[in-house]
């Protein structure tokens, strides 16, 4: 034994764990490797090899290679630089980049083959099956339906040895797309869009670009077609499609099919583990060639990625909020430099970063001011809730129920939007006044009348709705507050009781497919009016839906997120995008409270350049986000006076630095979860500092008692 292999584990440890290379193993950087970890072997990577120094203390040796293929070195680079950008443990990137690799691999399938014996009885029927059975290699069902023969007739040719059976595990190979078939008819503004990025890539090497379009331009029709020259100009060339919701990559995989004649790698928390087996292992071996899916594709083992789209980048969606924290869209960006690769990022409503940045002129920036067709931008107008409120115990004003009638009559479609799950968000004892919450947690229960429970988005906590208060005990006193979508369902079919309603949301849209069959339904005009959250709000297509109703336009600037108006303005932008994407004329109604809201002008005059300038100017004075920077601590414990004492220790060990500060700590906003108090600390630098570097000094100040938890977040979008 002569070398030294330091293997990274997926776990959340600080550093690669130096092990002893076998004699005869000749191992290489990438490998996957059973490495002895107390009495377990443990899956890890090797990340590094040297030689053996005299007088080192005795490692133990590595058990063996494992069966599986090499991390490409690019990958392995990735997960290190994300690990120490999040102030993370490189382990906790590594288990993301090998959930496809520890997914158990698909079933062996049973074929059958002639042994070349003849059966003892020939008869017409065994016959036909040894016909068949030469001319291809069959299932024993499927063969025996090939020959028009019983089951039975299969079998006993198997026990006379007329028949074999071998085990075929399949080939993770996808088929390989062609970039010549024609795409889509585009207009000059797409033309023009789609040459500028051809030519980027053309240009070779890292580069970015923003593919900013209004609704309806038809951004993906262009950024295909940067696809198509990507994988023409190399036969072995990788491109990832990154999109914020499950719900959208069924919509995207078809386009994608239809372009360029195979189907893609599909990637994320919904399919099956086998088949997501069968997806890492064919990005590994460079035999999946486009791969469609939810942030975490982005750690897969691609070899030669050369193009990377961020669909809807401004989306919230991709920030992992949980385990390892990261936003995708930056890390995106750091993957292309790795790869020497292209990154296109594309939105109606791009995030104030990206525009900062296409400003200054790092990223290139692709305008697309029309929409594809005859189809125009829909009319926006406010709806003042103080003017004309909703009738008592009612959601929906009668301006947007007059319009909804119109649009009824004329068999066109109506998009009633709300993100706001289950019927209602608060559920009230009227006898004493308390509110309804998750055990050991400050977050109110929703009610969901479909199920009959009350649940907690929260923490999952779910219960039947009692019959009587549980604080005071009075009978039939719970009244539910304020309206969810399934809320507005119920009086949009009171209101319209012929009207074909459906609710489009994570409860009642399970998986991909279920999200598929709903866009189809909804594409096919079998809906008339849909009640949908954001999962229905963006990327999708409805030719006969021509209005959009926004029942709480308000919501989303309530609290204390720096990013409100930002998000506000993103989410309603999309969702009034969806009406009149055809050759029908749209209107969006936003019904609010403060109409003179900078968010609802810039809406109803679809200014977007005004109200991102103004934005901009208000985060400039203050040092935010894209001008400084921000980190998020949440700390959290089962004991509140442990959690005390550590969290001013730890503001006691904050580094003394230029162009940083620390707030904090003080209690989170949502102060109890699941038991655990919460505190949180926010820290504020200038651009020029490396604040993960910064964070990663403090942490190293403090260790926190068993029974503290501590979480770091670069750049947080939640301030709960």
Known sequence: MSRIASVLLPMPLPEAFDYAEPDGLALEVGDQVAAPLGPRLIRGVVVALREAAGGNRPLKPIAGRLDEPRLPPNTLEFVQWAARYAVDAPGAALGIALRGARAPKPRPVRLVEPTGSLPRRPTPARTRVLEAAASASLAPADLARAAGVSSGVVKALLDEGALSLRLVTAEARFDHPDPTLPGAQLNPSQAAAADALKAMLAEGGFNVALLDGVTGSGKTEVYLEAAAAALAADTTAQVLILLPEIALTQAVIARVAERFGATPGEWHSDVAPPARRRVWEAVATGNCHIVVGARSALFLPFTNLALIVVDEEHDASFKQEEGFIYQARDLAVVRGKIEDAAVVLASATPSLETLRNAEQGRYRWLRLATRHGAATLPDIELVDLRLTPPEPGRWLSPPLVAAMGETWARGEQTLLFLNRRGYAPLVLCKACGEKLTAPDTESWLVEHRYSGRLVCHLTGFSMPKPAACPHCGARDSLVSIGPGVERVEEEARGLFPDARVSVFSSDTVFDA??????????????????????????????????????????????????????????????????????????????????????????LKAQDRDAFTAAELAERDMAGLPPFGRLAAVIVS??????????????????????????????????????????????????????LSAYMATWRARVKPPGSVRLAIDIDPYSFL
């Open 513 to 602: 497919r279920e999200a598929r069959r709903m866009v189809e339904a909804m594409a096919d005009g079998q809906i008339d009016i849909l009640v949908a959250t954001q999962a229905a709000a963006k990327g999708h297509n409805f030719p006969k839906l021509t209005l959009v109703g926004v029942v709480d336009a308000d919501l989303g600037l309530r609290g204390g997120d720096l990013r409100a108006a930002e998000r506000t303005y993103q989410l309603l932008a999309q969702a009034t995008g969806r009406a009149g994407r055809r050759d029908r004329p749209g209107r969006a109604l936003l019904q609010t409270y403060a109409p003179e809201h900078a968010v609802m002008q810039a």
């Open 637 to 690: 414990s089962l004991d509140p006076g442990a959690l005390d004492a550590f969290v001013r220790a730890m503001a006691q060990a904050a580094p003394n630095a230029d162009g940083v500060e620390v707030y904090g700590p003080a209690d989170a906003p949502l102060g109890l979860i699941r038991g655990r108090r919460r505190k949180r600390f926010l820290v504020r630098a200038d651009r020029a500092v490396d």
